[in-house]
Structure formats: structure tokens, C-alpha cells
């Protein structure tokens, strides 16, 4: 059964540095979203990205944060200039055309020192 | 801004019998919701969901109940298994098409006891 991935599953950074989480959909799926996860509190979303647009973004979504589909597979999500604050479980989702369930990645987990 | 709520942080079932989780909403604009599992360190795994047109849905042990008037759903596991045991998230999106963000409620953490 096809599954989302995300590479890295664990990353360190240093507060300063830039990231790049990548994530690979599920191949027919057109829809991609990130959301995280801090520590001990729910799921929330950040952004939505559909025809090589952004379609919604969250207000935790500032201008440190973009996305982008760099070829037919990867999604990537970067963080320009982390803060501690950053530190969490990101998750990447995918669906379908026409269908409202989201498919999650197993995560990565960012940690800000 | 808690749109989605569950009140239960965990919740502890005796092997073989019935689990029920519950999820409460305030926006009226929801009109798919979607139950999800996750186990530690991994990504949330869809379960089952309803639609606001529908009042249960059934897929197997897990069935969902929606009350559209009292903003409720509930989700039942029968009978419950220790494989069971896992944080469940109830979700919810305001489009009746792709592409919408999901709200996630806070997670019932659930314990099969053998």
C-alpha cells in the first residue's frame, strides 16, 4: 500500500541554522499539507499547497517558513531561521482530487538547540 | 481556539469489550470529520471518518457516530484489542472537497488492559 515519507526522521539544528524537511506523497495524490506537532499539545496545520500553489497557510506559517515541489515527487518544507520554538514533530499529508482524508508521513522531529 | 475537543485524555478498557471515544466541535462549518490512530513516534494513521450527511459509519470493530445538533461524534472500538492501544485524534474539515486543512481535537489516549 503506497505510504507518505519523510526524510529526515530525526534532525538537530542549531537556532540560526536553516532546515529542509522533505516529504514524498503518495504518487496520485495532488493535495500536500505540513502540520507539527510541539510536544504534549495537538496536531496543527501550517500549510496546504495544490498546482504548484500554496492554497492556505496558518498564521504559525511566517515568513521564515516556505515550501516547495521541486520535482514530480518531493515536497520539501523549509525553515529559513529556526527559533527554539520550532522544535517539534512536522508531519507531511497528502489526498486525493475529490476526497477530504489526508494521508500522513511517519514525521520528522526537529530539535532546536 | 479549541474548535475540536476531547475532554477524555485517556481512557482505560478491559480487553474484549467496548471503547468509546468522544469529540465535540464549535465550528458549524465542519462538515467531515475523521478519526485518527497514532502510536509514538509515528505519523497519525487514518482509521474511519463520516460525513455530515451521515449519522455512523462502520468499517469493521470501528464505528462512528455523528450528532449533528449536539456538534458530538463518537468513536466505538468493539471489541477492543491491546492493539488498540494508542492515541486516537478526531479531526475535522469545512469543504465538501479536497485540499481543506484539517483541525485536530488534543487525543484520547487509550489503554487495552489483557
Known amino acids: 500500500e503506497p505510504e507518505v515519507t519523510q526524510t529526515p526522521s530525526h534532525q538537530v539544528t542549531q537556532m540560526g541554522q536553516e532546515v529542509i524537511l522533505r516529504c514524498v506523497p503518495i504518487?496520485?495524490?495532488?493535495?500536500f499539507y505540513w502540520y507539527r506537532q510541539i510536544l504534549g499539545q495537538k496536531v496543527e496545520f501550517l500549510v496546504s499547497?495544490?498546482?504548484?500553489?500554496?492554497?492556505?497557510k496558518s498564521e504559525i506559517f511566517d515568513d521564515q517558513f516556505s515550501v516547495e515541489r521541486p520535482d514530480g515527487s518531493n515536497f520539501t518544507l523549509k525553515i529559513r531561521s529556526t527559533k527554539l520554538e520550532d522544535s517539534a514533530m512536522y508531519f507531511c499529508?497528502?489526498?486525493?482530487?475529490?476526497?477530504?482524508?489526508?494521508?500522513f508521513g511517519p514525521g520528522t522531529r526537529l530539535l532546536v538547540l | 481556539d479549541q474548535q475540536v475537543k476531547q475532554n477524555s485524555p485517556s481512557l482505560s478498557v478491559q480487553e474484549g469489550r467496548i471503547s468509546i471515544l468522544n469529540c465535540d466541535y464549535t465550528?458549524?462549518?465542519?462538515?467531515?470529520f475523521l478519526w485518527y490512530k497514532k502510536y509514538p513516534a509515528e505519523g497519525p494513521t487514518f482509521l474511519i471518518s463520516?460525513?455530515?450527511?451521515?449519522d455512523k459509519n462502520e468499517d469493521g470493530r470501528f464505528t462512528v457516530f455523528l450528532n449533528k445538533s449536539a456538534k458530538h461524534l463518537s468513536l466505538h472500538i468493539v471489541p477492543s484489542q491491546p492493539g488498540d492501544s494508542a492515541v486516537y485524534f478526531c479531526?475535522?474539515?469545512?469543504?465538501?472537497?479536497?485540499?481543506?486543512?484539517?483541525?485536530f481535537g488534543t487525543g484520547t489516549r487509550l489503554a487495552v488492559r489483557p
Open positions: 479531526a475535522a474539515s469545512a469543504q465538501k472537497s479536497s485540499g481543506d486543512k484539517l483541525t
Open positions: 465550528n458549524s462549518m465542519f462538515d467531515y
Open positions: 504518487s496520485n495524490h495532488l493535495y
Open positions: 499547497f495544490y498546482n504548484n500553489e500554496i492554497s492556505e
Open positions: 499529508a497528502s489526498s486525493r482530487d475529490n476526497e477530504e482524508t489526508q494521508y
Open positions: 463520516i460525513s455530515s450527511i451521515k
